[in-house]
């Protein structure tokens, strides 16, 4: 390619920026912690730095969360005038995944979920079409998820959100029935699997770049991807919900020793646990062909392209070697297609890519968030 | 005036346009909540329409809530050039109290604390005293409330959210420790005396009103107010968190036969319970200076300005009569000033104020949210 290789901080995200505040706030939060004494709770320190917070309210373990989507609302707005649809529906199912996909990693059992829908103007929700699909579609991914839709928030922010925008978030609360359940890390051991579920396609990170992208594509979102789909509506493919997963894993007597959602960060993320343990992948899933496009058309070699985009793994478990294969198979079941991928080993803290001779260190990885 | 009144539309908010997808969203909301059966949780029915969601989870009653804070960051930009202070201390207080006043009304003990804020961009991040003080600012609001900072999410959003901005909202999840302490309405009856406590100016409600008004004033957020302060700085005082108060009154043995946050909607809002009742307001509470001069400069009536903004009351207990004045005596006594104001009476769901001879009618407050 003659022109530059598009990459995050080109699209627009500054990671070096946020990560102060981030350090900041996570020092001033964790500062709070003693606050719960006085009502007889605690907080399972080890949740903090972790996916999602746990707290013990005598003795039941209460797991919750906050998450945003993102931009992927923009790619839906730019993308309905060619396909005609509003995809909002996928956009509901979208941020929900990236509350509950986050709190299953502790072990949880998501119960119930808010709605932030914040517009730029109250304009917004007088588009019946697109209403009516993200609330049909929000609903649907509760019913999937097996939450109840406790309530929300549907501000008019005229001044803060963009004009014709929505900024949407969802926070979630869940239940670890026990602790053996919960899964922060300590039962990760050398010698573990790892087993990695399909992807549907980009989920909703790395979209930044995706809407960079159309920038150097004469048809833009119109472009025809290898399988003949266009490029905007597979961008749309919504973020798969892994709660089923979780839940026909627990059901079958499974505790993974460790689950990490493969969001930011791409592959990098596989080592989010915080301890020291290299991470050895040997069988690499099937490459969906929106993310083989872009990193084809962004210009952008496997390093870049596996250490910010998902490649087709949405989410990790780390589990016991003998259970690996029993893991993958309950996935594979529910239609969420899985791999033996790679195993876990003492070592330098590290995730290692053989099929692509490709190494990230540990120190590729800032942030535990 | 020989100007318009401003009013709430005049200010860019059309609740006519929101209120549909609300009443769709509960609709689709409730139809969730039979997903809980099979966790062996179930909702407390009568929470739906309230100010928070409770569920009961194995004999715990949790709540929990995601509120925004709607545009008051937006005055705080403002206002900064003016005085030279951020203001995101008192803005990060307004966005827990936004949440944890909610919270309180189910008589719940809030607990944690997630934090949204997602910015127009990661150079948002980058103003080190505005950053810290935001940290500092929402760090003290849990130490106020007793609560823990459990995480939260700070993206960066161009493109959705505006460039230079932020959308700050808070999510909360609390405990009600016995189910006498469950305050949902059902509780109410006529001869109940009603309560209320002060509010510190404008809170976070009608904050669109003040941001207009500023247009038709020649001097601005600069101008001085009755008592000499600046309008823009005393819009900044933050709101009162009332946490401290119902924690002093369970302390006490008191429960609230309902309580109701006033925020939109301003004093309608007193007749939040699902009931028939008259609220019947003998005395009012002191007004603010800020509030006072934006109904004079807004050259709205008493109408309008009780029927949107909180004019002095930012809370309301609904209490057994022989227990009011206790109530009062400990809100005064932990400096939240509080005053017996009325009484709840068997008939016309309505409010009326006596002292300004005003009466609000049922269809005058549409939605309970």
Redesign the interface.
């Known amino acids: 390619m003659a022109q530059t290789p598009l990459d995050y901080t080109a699209a627009?995200?500054?990671?070096s920026?946020?990560d102060?505040?981030?350090i900041?706030?996570q020092k001033?939060?964790s500062?709070?912690?003693g606050?719960?004494a006085?009502?007889g709770?605690s907080?399972i320190l080890a949740s903090?730095g972790e996916s999602?917070?746990v707290?013990d309210?005598?003795g039941?373990l209460?797991a919750?969360?906050?998450?945003?989507l993102?931009?992927k609302?923009?790619v839906a707005d730019a993308v309905r005038p060619i396909t005609g649809k509003t995809h909002y529906d996928s956009i509901a199912q979208d941020t929900i995944a990236m509350a509950v996909n986050d709190l299953i990693t502790v072990g949880a059992?998501p119960?119930?979920i808010?709605?932030?829908w914040?517009a730029g103007?109250?304009?917004w929700?007088?588009d019946e079409q697109r209403?009516?699909d993200l609330?049909?579609g929000?609903?649907k991914a509760?019913?999937v998820?097996?939450?109840?839709?406790?309530?929300?928030?549907?501000?008019?922010?005229?001044?803060?959100?963009?004009a014709g925008?929505?900024?949407l978030?969802a926070?979630s609360?869940g239940?670890i029935p026990s602790r053996e359940r919960l899964t922060l890390g300590d039962k990760m051991q050398d010698g573990d699997a790892i087993v990695l579920l399909a992807s549907s396609g980009i989920h909703a990170n790395g979209v930044?770049l995706a809407?960079k992208l159309v920038e150097r594509l004469p048809e833009g979102y119109a472009s025809k991807l290898s399988d003949g789909r266009l490029y905007g509506e597979a961008l749309l493919d919504p973020t798969t919900l892994y709660v089923p997963v979780t839940e026909a894993l627990f059901a079958a007597g499974i505790v993974p020793h460790y689950s990490a959602n493969i969001t930011g960060h791409g592959w990098r993320k596989i080592m989010r646990h915080p301890g020291n343990f290299t991470y050895r992948i040997h069988t690499l899933p099937d490459v969906p062909p929106v993310l083989a496009f872009m990193q084809e058309h962004a210009g952008i070699d496997d390093r870049e392209a596996y250490g910010s985009l998902n490649m087709g793994a949405g989410f990790a478990f780390y589990v016991a070697a003998e259970q690996a294969e029993e893991v993958a198979r309950i996935a594979n079941g529910l239609g969420v297609k899985a791999w033996v991928a790679g195993r876990v080993e003492a070592g330098p803290k590290q995730v290692v890519i053989e099929p692509l001779n490709l190494t990230y260190a540990a120190d590729e990885l800032h942030l535990r968030a």
């Open positions: 627009g995200v500054d990671y920026k946020i102060p505040l981030k900041l706030a001033a939060a500062a709070t912690a606050n719960l006085g009502h709770v907080e903090r999602a917070y707290m309210i005598g039941t209460i919750s969360i906050t998450e945003c993102g931009t609302a923009l059992t119960l119930s808010h709605a932030y914040s103007g109250s304009e929700f007088a209403m009516r609330v049909l929000w609903q509760c019913d998820c097996k939450v109840s839709w406790g309530g929300g928030e549907t501000p008019a922010l005229a001044g803060v959100v963009e925008r929505i900024d978030a926070s609360v239940i930044s809407r």
